[in-house]
């Protein structure tokens, strides 16, 4: 079966670049999550989008922002790159009617230097 | 996680034995309460959820169990393999939104 799809898997940037991560739901999913997980925490929520529109927002910083597009793939923008930021990023989807039904991504791997 | 946590950080089991993993909640609002599973390397994975209007559900080899009295949220694992080994999340949703938040996991061992 179809999975989600993140790109890329891996990425270094140095402090003050910016990042783009690309995220491609399972079909006919159209609800999008992105989540980021420090070493050896939990995934923490930064944002979601149903339909191409913003549907709720979590801890994500000023220096991030997302969308989602007409053919329901979505791409988290990061600025201002901090050491901080580096962390896995997953991208989950899920039809709107099972929200808690999520499924996830394997990741994107940002280490900033 | 803001309002879910675990009580035990770590379970080791043997193989064959039954595990359960405990979570608590602090959020009555949560409408919907689901258990991830995360291996190393990987995403979570969804396991099953449980709807604050039952106590109780079952699926493959897993049982979930609520108690809103005291909050508190468990997930058994029966015959547990050595495949079952990973990190488990529990995760609350509040009803009608789209934001799902994590606990801490529960890293869980099992021994051949």
């Known amino acids: 079966a179809a999975g989600v799809i993140q790109s890329p898997r891996h990425l270094i940037k140095e402090k003050r670049e910016t990042a783009t991560l690309k995220c491609y739901p399972i079909p006919r999913h159209d609800t999008v999550y992105w989540y980021q997980q420090g070493p050896g925490q939990d995934p923490q929520f930064l944002i979601s989008f149903y339909e191409k529109m913003q549907s709720d927002k979590g801890s994500i910083p000023d220096r991030f922002s997302a969308q989602q597009f007409s053919d329901y793939h979505s791409e988290l923008n990061m600025s201002s790159l901090e050491l901080g930021d580096s962390a896995l990023y997953f991208c989950?989807?899920?039809?709107?009617?099972?929200?808690?039904?999520?499924?996830f991504g394997p990741g994107t791997r940002l280490t900033v230097t | 996680g803001e309002s879910v946590g675990l009580h035990l950080p770590t379970l080791s089991v043997q193989e064959g034995d039954n595990s359960i993993i405990n979570c608590a909640y602090s959020?009555?609002?949560?409408?919907?309460f689901i258990w991830y599973k995360q291996e190393s390397g990987k995403g979570p994975q969804f396991i099953i959820d449980?709807?604050?209007?039952?106590d109780k559900r079952q699926g493959q080899r897993v049982t979930v169990l609520l108690n809103k009295t005291v909050k508190h949220l468990s997930l058994q694992i029966a015959a547990t393999q050595p495949g079952d080994s990973a990190v488990y999340f529990c995760a609350e949703n509040v009803a009608g939104g789209f934001k799902t938040i994590f606990g801490a996991g529960t890293r869980l061992f099992v021994k051949a």
């Open positions: 449980i709807r604050s209007n039952m």
């Open positions: 989950a989807s899920s039809t709107r009617d099972r929200i808690y039904e999520q499924y």
């Open positions: 959020n009555s609002a949560s409408d919907y």
